[in-house]
């Protein structure tokens, strides 16, 4: 430990009564040496009159110091308004020096005056920047180097929250505006993007962060495309709104949030139709703890319902939903009561209860095993809760009359490889068959891909795998997702419920879908890392490939045919696609049932093979339970 590490460790009082020695010398320096120059004698040091001055210049100017805040100020951090402090101080003690020899009445050569503020200056302004830079040089070597992309007001606030800090040190700033490039700001140089790329690969960097946090996100994402290549970590500060509303601190940094790689600005939402189903009405949401529950939980609460009714199996993800809309109810004062019902879709009697109990006006089901390997491993509650707890739900709620009913669907319903997919198109053809039966209740369904975030993403995966220095595992180099937000796709799935007429099949518009293997690679790079490979066998991370699983397909689709329509929404399409009667679907269901309730998994497979679900599986049966018992179909219990 150093000297001046040791000091700084030292309580404030004692740090503040070394100071003032310091000064107190200083001063005596100061004085003395002024007279020594001028006369060029030691006999100065005999003089009485002069240790007289002395002992009332000394006093008088340690008070001056303490009144304008000199020993209040942590030296390290010392800036232009301690400069100022400091040179007041000097002055008034030369001042000081003036007045009281005219008022004793003792020789003062001119030159006096002008000699000891001078070494004033030196000693006791200097002392302090002196220290100022050997912390700064010390601190330094401690300190992740750092470029921030972004020399505006942000950049120039999070520069200076950095630099005292103990953890950064802002080496240079990168804009592109030109006006801004080849100039200073902070005593940092402002580099345009080339120009940094070249100074990346010569001067050892350890991250760059980004301090735009009002740009959007196609513009994010052109900037992100241009880090990506050179392998830096890339961090960023929270956004305006956080930074705006309190909830976050500019220096604040977080990881790059990978939607903002998508480059895809969300559509601001319709508030006519975000409110039609919901404002002052009783809404229910199946599913209501699960990743996409959640989420529309948080989007209607906002919406003001009159009763926000939670369904979920778990009791820990209901205790999680409803202790977040509690504290987001009192936070915004809205008036709205929550509801935090345990049950299962599969229970049909309790599910009627409910919506005739609280004369339930809206469904969101959201309620689905949505794990395409875990389904393939248990086939018969797949079904069960997919397809069954999705009919039961519907039933029930046209038989309470309820208004609207929304199914969240998935883009693996669209010519299903995998028992997942196949379940949520039969639940699809369920609630068309419903629809077309029924004339209360509005039925429809919203078809999307992944979202981003949500449990079993690739995203939160892949980010632990990395953190873990790898290896990071991908099915096949060639797989393909679509990707959404969360937020966005809760929001367009309550205006698409909005737009229904009864049967629609809506497809909300993913934009372009994503290879997960340059998913992958922009993780990698973006958390300052390199792949390792055998064009790059000194890199950091690995990746491997696992093979797909069961079930799986390369690329997902959201369309069955050709025929779709454009909305009133641009973000939102409807889809017209083969559906049955009630006669049918209820006959389609019933040997289903029977198959399931005598665990006849060959039988189940076989049915919904057949059904018009356009199911093709890509693998050989797999469920558990099945190749345990040897392919024989197990009694239930009775």
């Known amino acids: ?30 004085y003395w040496g002024a007279w020594v120059v001028r006369v060029d004698s030691s006999s100065v040091f005999y003089d009485t009159e002069k240790w007289f001055l002395l002992s009332i210049l000394l006093p008088l100017t340690i008070l001056f110091l303490i009144k304008l805040g000199l020993y209040r100020a942590v030296l390290r951090y010392i800036g232009p308004k301690l400069s100022v402090s400091v040179l007041i101080g000097i002055a008034l003690s030369t001042l000081t020096l003036v007045l009281v020899n005219y008022s004793l ?52 606030q999070l520069a200076q929250a950095l630099m005292h800090g103990k953890d950064f040190d802002p080496i240079a700033f990168i804009d592109d505006d030109k006006n801004l490039q080849k100039t200073y700001i902070l005593g940092r140089p402002v580099y345009s993007f080339s120009q940094f790329e070249l100074l990346a690969k010569e001067v050892f960097i350890d991250q760059v962060l980004l301090a735009m946090p009002n740009i959007n996100k196609s513009e994010r994402s052109r900037i992100l495309e241009k880090l990506e290549p050179l392998a830096l970590e890339v961090k960023s500060i929270p956004s305006m709104s956080d930074l705006v509303s309190g909830d976050a601190k500019i220096d604040e940094l977080r990881y790059v949030v990978i939607d903002d790689l998508l480059g895809r600005d969300p559509v601001e939402p319709n508030e006519e139709l975000m409110s039609k189903n919901i404002t002052g009405k009783v809404v229910m949401v199946s599913g209501a703890g699960g990743s996409i ?69 809206t469904v969101y089901h959201a309620a689905a095993y949505k794990h395409v390997p875990l389904v393939e491993y248990n086939m018969i509650e797949g079904v069960k809760n997919n397809t069954f707890g999705t009919f039961y739900v519907a039933s029930a709620a ?48 919203v078809r999307f891909g992944n979202v981003l975030g949500s449990s079993g993403s690739v995203v939160p995966l892949f980010r632990e795998q990395i953190s873990k220095g790898g290896p990071v595992t991908i099915t096949h180099k060639d797989i393909t997702r679509f990707f959404m937000t ?15 007429k009864g049967g629609d099949v809506f497809v909300l518009d993913m934009g372009e879908p994503v290879k997960i293997y340059d998913l992958a690679v922009k993780m990698v790079h973006l958390m ?24 799986e397909k390369l690329y997902e689709e959201l369309l069955i045919g050709e025929n ?75």
């Open 105 to 156: 009445h003792l020789v003062l050569p001119r030159a006096i005056p002008l000699l000891y503020g001078m070494f004033l200056v030196f000693f006791i302004g200097g002392s302090r920047f002196t220290v100022r830079l050997l912390t700064m040089q010390t601190s330094k070597r401690n300190k992740a180097r750092i470029a921030i992309y972004g020399s505006g007001p942000a950049g120039r």
């Open 528 to 551: 300052g890392l390199e792949i390792k490979n055998k064009e790059n066998p000194e890199g950091d991370i690995e990746l491997q490939y696992s093979g797909l699983r069961p079930g």
């Open 293 to 361: 529950g959640s989420e529309l939980c948080r989007q209607i609460i906002l919406q003001s319902p009159k009763v926000l009714i939670l369904f979920e199996l778990s009791e820990f993800a209901l205790y999680k939903i409803d202790l977040e809309l509690s504290k987001l109810i009192e936070t915004n004062e809205i008036v709205s009561i929550v509801k935090p019902i345990l049950g299962s879709v599969q229970n049909k009697k309790i599910i009627k209860s409910v919506l005739v109990t609280f004369d339930v006006d």
């Open 1 to 30: 430990m150093n000297l001046f590490t040791y000091i700084f460790k030292l309580p404030r009082f004692a740090k503040r009564i070394i100071t003032i020695i310091f000064d107190i010398t200083f001063i005596s320096l100061s």
């Open 564 to 638: 779709i329509i454009a909305t009133e929404h641009q973000r939102i399409m409807s889809a017209n696609e083969l559906s049955l009667t009630i006669d049918d679907m209820n006959q389609l269901l019933g040997i289903l049932e029977d198959a399931c309730d005598i665990n006849d998994i060959e039988r189940v497979q076989k049915i919904i093979k057949e059904a018009p679900t356009g199911y093709t599986p890509n693998s050989d049966l797999c469920d558990l339970l099945w190749k345990e018992a040897g392919s024989i179909s197990i009694q239930p219990l009775h």
């Open 398 to 445: 046209a038989e309470a009359g309820v208004d609207t009913f929304v199914l969240i669907s998935t883009d693996k319903a669209v010519r299903p490889t995998n028992i997942m997919g196949s379940t949520k198109r039969l639940a699809e053809l369920s609630l068309q068959a419903l629809s077309k039966s029924n004339v209360k209740t509005t039925f429809c369904m």
């Open 486 to 500: 969360i937020p966005e796709a809760s929001q367009l799935v309550i205006q698409a419920g909005a737009m229904a």
